[in-house]
């Protein structure tokens, strides 16, 4: 009998169940497990490099992070008393409390950004990607509608704002108007939308274009023979069959947009008076000028868990949740 | 399986083995030691690049003193120091606007800076301006010393005033003759304003500046009392209000910086703001460019000071020969500073401030004029990065038209004094 199975007829041979028996025979055990120790330690030893830059930059700033977050922390002289849990309940619960008004006013003004910014960060980059697939000179739009996303925060709001002004804007050159588009509500979200979805809808729309090319290219045949034209194909075929990538766009679009911080900051300043202003822009205030770390750490963590709880539902919910 | 085992752990004993023989720590080593003669200190600013300045030091007192200068970004300077500090890698000597001193003076560790400018041969009460000396103590104590000023001034378009039958070489100087300025500069059907009312900057200049005027005071640095909801503020913002809303001089819901882009178009006559400005007016405006002391809106002349002050961080490295290669530096730059004044670094040395070649370079004595009717932010932690916002987020509003002046000023007022309880 050979000591190892052929390839051919493997399952025939050696069901799974009997792989067990086959290296518990007399002279193979003490092989066998010195090859599964060394591949264990192998396994380990490639992973060590993530494992390590995972703890000291990932875990490590986590568990200091909450450490900071149950202080008083002022970051010039440190550790200023323990505190517990009892800014977490003020951010929470304490209506009267600045922290408190800042926390709730920052996460409402992000969950509104997360809110008219995520549907068109799918939408826009969808279209986008479908009409690339569908059409022609894919070597050109596809470059050409990703390059906006290699732009830094700077770039992008420094021309923007520019673009945008009142007075001299040419946005409200060619309107012929004195559109508030930085100054004034509903135009500062308008703005701000509409620079965040200019500059990330490329980086959405590769991963999309990236979905459809995998789709079975029959599928479109079949729906072009069954006369179904671009855009009932793009409802009823398409976008059913990217569902999957639609689900993971739409859930690092939430997060990103949780994010938000450079937009508002260098746009608008976060106004027109505050209302401009996200949870992460009041996060760093507190933190480096008003040197109330321990404060920002928990409006960190608080941030945190909203975010992991929107993703987790939006994931249930792409999964078909509560059905 | 067995090249993967063996060569990992290879791998990394070669790159261990290897750092450290590394000819690197030694080659690094080597020049710290030949420098170890030298009183070296690390030397931090985030305003103009001394870096010509620090290495003309460094050569004249090469072997006894030294200076590792670092320039960091106005924009996020707070945060890189404290950083900086909670590593314990601050640097010895740092240079940023006033404010952002005082919570490193309450939590005890700037050292006092007046025995380092005696030591300099300086004595700050005949050397600086009153206005940049004075009321900058923390509990009594003086810990930071001018570096340079920026005072807020009057830009005008010349040659927008000539046009409008207004004679360019005589300003407005009151609030009557700015008001009168404004209006017959204003030519909307060419989109030409009077005067740019922004509502968020440059208010960190022009609100302190016309408060003053009115006589009265941001807040209380003692008490950190706030005062700007006094009657004077809110005549100070009545003015700018009106600009807008009554006379209008200026345009409704100005962006950030449109004030000065339409400037340098000219489509904006008058501009009062922050000196930094001017090297980029007189570029775009050359001769037509005007340049004035603000005029006096309220009752007296007064304007903000911007402003850089260094302090010295109380760290294990401040030994006496530190101390010592501290205040050489102090005495280099001050000397230095009509050389810094000819590339636009504004001086607050007063010997430099009243030499005759001083007040030859184009619109310093315009300048000069400024600092000594200059006021500053109350020395409270944070004044002007943090407990301000409240204060222009809602100055911002009123002039957008969103809020009265009064209740913008009163919730400002209400919502920094409860900030007031929150700092160091």
Redesign the interface.
């Given at each position: 009998m050979p000591l190892r199975p052929r390839k051919k007829g493997w399952s025939t041979q050696f069901p799974v169940k009997d792989v067990g028996a086959w290296r518990k025979r007399p002279g193979l055990a003490t092989g066998a497990s010195r090859?599964k120790a060394?591949?264990t330690?192998?396994a380990y030893?490639?992973v060590l490099p993530f494992l390590v830059l995972f703890g000291g930059l990932t875990a490590y700033p986590i568990g200091y992070g909450i450490y900071i977050s149950l202080h008083h922390w002022?970051?010039?002289?440190?550790n200023s008393g323990w505190v517990g849990l009892s800014t977490y309940a003020e951010l929470l619960f304490d209506g009267s409390s600045?922290?408190s008004q800042q926390f709730w006013q920052g996460l409402g003004h992000t969950v509104l950004f997360v809110g008219i910014s995520v549907p068109f960060l799918v939408a826009v980059p969808l279209i986008i990607a479908y009409g690339i697939y569908r059409a022609g000179g894919k070597s050109f739009f596809r470059p050409l509608y990703f390059f906006p996303a290699t732009l830094s925060a700077t770039a992008v709001t420094s021309i923007w704002?520019?673009i945008?002004?009142?007075?001299?804007?040419a946005v409200n050159q060619i309107l012929g108007m004195?559109l508030?588009?930085?100054?004034?509500q509903p135009w500062a979200w308008i703005s701000i939308d509409l620079v965040t979805v200019w500059w990330t809808s490329g980086f959405n729309m590769i991963i999309l274009y990236a979905g459809l090319t995998q789709l079975p290219k029959t599928v479109f045949d079949a729906a072009a023979i069954d006369g179904a034209g671009v855009v009932s194909t793009f409802f009823s075929v398409a976008v059913p069959q990217v569902k999957p990538v639609l689900v993971f766009v739409g859930i690092i679009s939430t997060i990103a947009s949780f994010n938000l911080f450079a937009q508002p900051y260098l746009l608008?300043?976060?106004?027109?008076?505050?209302s401009t202003s996200p949870i992460t822009m009041f996060i760093y205030?507190e933190?480096?000028?008003?040197?109330?770390m321990g404060t920002a750490a928990a409006m960190a963590f608080l941030m945190g868990i909203a975010l992991a709880a929107i993703s987790l539902g939006q994931y249930w919910f792409a999964r078909g949740g509560g059905q | 399986m067995r090249q993967p085992v063996l060569a990992f752990p290879l791998l990394l004993g070669a790159l261990w083995l290897t750092a450290g023989a590394s000819p690197l720590p030694a080659a690094r080593a080597k020049p710290a030691a030949t420098k170890a003669a030298a009183a070296t200190f690390s030397f931090w600013n985030s305003g103009p690049d001394l870096s010509t300045l620090v290495k003309g030091f460094n050569r004249a007192y090469a072997g006894k003193y030294a200076i590792h200068y670092r320039n960091i970004p106005y924009a996020n300077e707070t945060e890189i120091v404290n950083s900086a500090l909670s590593a314990h890698h601050g640097p010895t000597l740092m240079e940023e606007s006033l404010t952002p001193s005082a919570p490193y003076a309450v939590e005890g560790v700037e050292v006092p800076i007046l025995p380092l400018l005696k030591m300099a041969g300086i004595d700050p009460a005949r050397d600086f301006p009153a206005s940049m000396w004075n009321r900058t103590t923390v509990n009594k104590v003086h810990y930071v010393a001018p570096v340079d000023a920026l005072p807020t001034v009057l830009f005008y378009n010349k040659a927008l005033f000539k046009a409008a039958g207004l004679n360019p070489n005589t300003p407005p100087v009151n609030q009557a003759t700015f008001v009168r300025d404004a209006k017959k500069l204003t030519v909307r059907a060419k989109g030409q304003w009077g005067y740019v009312q922004e509502p968020a900057w440059p208010n960190p200049f022009l609100f302190p500046s016309l408060l003053a005027q009115f006589g009265g005071r941001e807040a209380n640095p003692a008490t950190r009392k706030i005062l700007f909801d006094s009657p004077a503020g809110l005549a100070a913002l009545t003015f700018e209000h009106n600009t807008i809303f009554k006379w209008h001089v200026s345009p409704l819901n100005a962006s950030n910086g449109e004030a000065h882009n339409l400037f340098v178009k000219g489509k904006n006559a008058m501009e009062m703001t922050g000196a930094y400005d001017y090297p980029i007016y007189q570029k775009a405006l050359g001769n037509h460019l005007g340049m004035a002391v603000l005029p006096v809106i309220g009752h007296r002349p007064a304007d903000f000071l911007g402003q850089n002050y260094w302090w010295v961080f109380k760290n294990p490295g401040l030994t006496p020969a530190v101390r010592k290669a501290v205040a050489a530096w102090f005495g280099y730059y001050y000397h230095h500073s009509l050389l810094l004044a000819k590339e636009g670094t504004i001086p607050v040395w007063l010997p430099t401030l009243k030499n005759p070649a001083f007040r030859r370079i184009a619109g310093m004595p315009v300048i000069a004029r400024a600092v000594d009717t200059g006021v500053l932010n109350p020395l409270i932690p944070n004044w002007g990065t943090t407990t301000s916002t409240y204060l222009y987020a809602n100055i911002s509003l009123v002039l957008e038209g969103k809020s009265s002046v009064k209740a913008g000023l009163h919730i400002a007022a209400q919502k920094m004094q409860q900030e007031m309880a929150t700092l160091p």
């Open positions: 090859a060394k591949g330690v192998s030893l490639f002022n970051p010039i002289v440190g600045l922290f704002a520019w945008l002004q009142t007075q001299g804007g004195h508030p588009w930085l100054v004034a608008t300043g976060g106004g027109p008076g505050f205030g933190g480096f000028n008003a040197m109330h | -």
